[in-house]
């Protein structure tokens, strides 16, 4: 098979999982225009939480970040670097399908990577913790699908920031932008290889 008819395939693939439809309308990771929130952003006690949806980053049951993941990556990578000097930790998490070690183990390799994958763009080891906390804080019911899907995540806790003072309500925003351009990008790949 032609490089580029595989290349327009695989992307065609990523570009159809991403088109919106009404089902999502009322989906809280779904705005206003059906487009998949990269990211949620929230206030905690311990500092600015950052939390990705595993279907950014991860396959299931794998423990490699996506290519589509590194605009996450990256855009938080920038906010560590850009906007604040504070200590993070990263936390894997679980759904409760498999056993709970092998559940344990895979949110430990996910937090990992995470870490891993921030060292490559610039931030420093030493300021990131990285820890798996498998199925044991679940923030939904594990007994729907889209419970277990709010179970798979990784957080990023920027301790003891402020969600204000790293970018606000504009950082859920920026991820969003991220995402689009990359997403953007793949749709002009198309174009080249279909002439369209």
Do not use: W
């Not at 610039?122 to 594990?142: E, H, T």
């Amino acid at each position: 098979m032609n490089k580029k008819v595989l290349i327009a395939l695989t992307t065609a693939f990523l570009l159809t999982a991403c088109v919106s439809n009404s089902s999502k309308e009322n989906d809280p990771n779904y705005d206003s225009g059906g487009k998949a929130k990269p990211v949620k952003v929230t206030q905690t006690a311990r500092g600015a939480q950052l939390t990705s949806d595993e279907r950014l980053l991860f396959d299931s049951g794998k423990a490699e970040i996506k290519q589509d993941g590194m605009v996450y990556i990256d855009r938080v990578a920038n906010i560590l670097k850009n906007k604040t000097k504070a200590n993070v930790l990263v936390e894997g998490h679980t759904d409760n399908v498999g056993g709970a070690t092998l559940n344990q183990q895979l949110s430990v390799r996910r937090a990992n990577a995470v870490k891993e994958a921030l060292v490559k763009q610039g931030v420093a080891a030493a300021r990131i913790q990285a820890q798996g906390l498998g199925l044991s804080k679940p923030v939904a019911d594990n007994n729907t699908p889209e419970g277990r899907q709010a179970n798979r995540r990784t957080d990023i806790i920027v301790l003891g920031e402020s969600v204000d003072a790293i970018g606000g309500a504009s950082l859920s925003d920026q991820l969003n932008q991220g995402l689009e351009r990359f997403l953007k990008g793949a749709n002009e790949i198309m174009k080249n290889v279909f002439g369209g």
